[in-house]
C-alpha cells in the first residue's frame, strides 16, 4: 500500500532546493546556471511551483536572468508570475517584485521601481533583500553617471553585506564604490559572519536569515523536527529560540553564527 503523498509540502521542498541553488550559483557567479535554477520555480506560464517559495526568488531570478543575458524572456516570466499574486502583496514581496521589474526594466522606466519600496521603511525587516535593492539601485544610478545619489545607497548596501558575512555582495558593492571614486576600506583581519562554520552550519544561517522557520529548514536539509529539536544539545548549533521555535530574519546572521562557532 503506497502511503499519500503531500503534493504542497513536496513543492514546498523542491521550491526550496531550486532556489538555494540558484543563490548558491548566483554567489558564484555563475548566471546561466542561477537563471536555470531559479526558473525551475516557475512553470512557462507563470504558474508558481509554490505559491510562497517561488516568490522569494523572483527578484534574484531577475539579476540572474540580467547577467545571463536573458532579459527579455525573463521578463515575459516574471510579469507572468506576478500576475497572479495579489494587487496588494505586502511589503516584503512589495519589495522583491519592485526590484525584479527595476532590473528588467528599459533603462528610463527602472528608477520608478528601485526607488518605491526604499520610501517604506518596512523593508528594512529584511536586511539582506534590502541591501540588494540599494547594491541594484546604486549601480543603476552610478551608471546614469549620477554618483553623488549612488553613493549613500552603496555605502548602506555594503555596511549591510559586511555585517551579514555576504562576502560575494559585500565584494560587489566594494566594485561598485571604487567605480564612483570612492576608497574603500577593507577590514583587516576581521572574521566575516560565516567564518568556521561547517559547511550545513553555513546553510543553516543563510536559509534562517530568508526568513524560513525551524521546521522549512529542517526540511530542505533532510532533518527531522527531531532531530533538529535536539541538535543544540550535541553543539551543532546554540540552543534557544532562534532555533527552537522563531524564524530568523537577516538581521540576526552575525549573531547566530558567532553561536555556531562557539559551540561546534
Known amino acids: 500500500m503506497r502511503a499519500a503523498v503531500d503534493t504542497g509540502e513536496y513543492r514546498g521542498f523542491a521550491a526550496g532546493i531550486w532556489q538555494t541553488a540558484g543563490l548558491a550559483a548566483l554567489a558564484r557567479g555563475n548566471y546561466v546556471t542561477a537563471y536555470a535554477q531559479f526558473s525551475r520555480l516557475f512553470a512557462a506560464d507563470g504558474t508558481p511551483l ?69 520610501a517604506d521603511p518596512t523593508g528594512d525587516t529584511w536586511p539582506f533583500e534590502r541591501a540588494q535593492l540599494q547594491l541594484d539601485y546604486g549601480e543603476w544610478l552610478r551608471r546614469q553617471r549620477r554618483i553623488n545619489d549612488a553613493k549613500p545607497l552603496l555605502v548602506t548596501a555594503l555596511e549591510t553585506f559586511r555585517r551579514l558575512g555576504a562576502a560575494p555582495w559585500t565584494r560587489r558593492a566594494e566594485s561598485e564604490l571604487r567605480a564612483c571614486g570612492v576608497t574603500v576600506q577593507v577590514p583587516q583581519g576581521a572574521p566575516g559572519a560565516l567564518d568556521g562554520l561547517t559547511s550545513q552550519q553555513r546553510e543553516i544561517v543563510v536559509l534562517a536569515g530568508h526568513g524560513l522557520t525551524n521546521g522549512e529548514i529542517a526540511d530542505r536539509l533532510f532533518l527531522s523536527p527531531v532531530t533538529f529539536s535536539v541538535a543544540p544539545q550535541r553543539g551543532a548549533w546554540p540552543p534557544g529560540p532562534v532555533w527552537l521555535c522563531a524564524p530568523c530574519r537577516g538581521d540576526d546572521l552575525g549573531g547566530v553564527a558567532a553561536g555556531l562557532r562557539g559551540t561546534a
Open 50 to 118: 509554490h505559491h510562497h517559495f517561488s516568490y522569494l526568488a523572483v527578484a534574484d531570478l531577475a539579476a540572474a536572468a540580467v547577467r545571463a543575458e536573458r532579459r527579455l524572456e525573463a521578463r515575459t516570466l516574471v510579469e507572468r508570475a506576478l500576475a497572479r499574486v495579489d494587487p496588494a502583496p505586502g511589503p516584503r514581496l512589495g519589495q522583491l517584485t519592485a526590484r525584479a521589474r527595476g532590473l528588467l526594466a528599459e533603462p528610463d522606466r527602472a528608477e520608478a521601481h528601485f526607488a518605491a519600496p526604499l
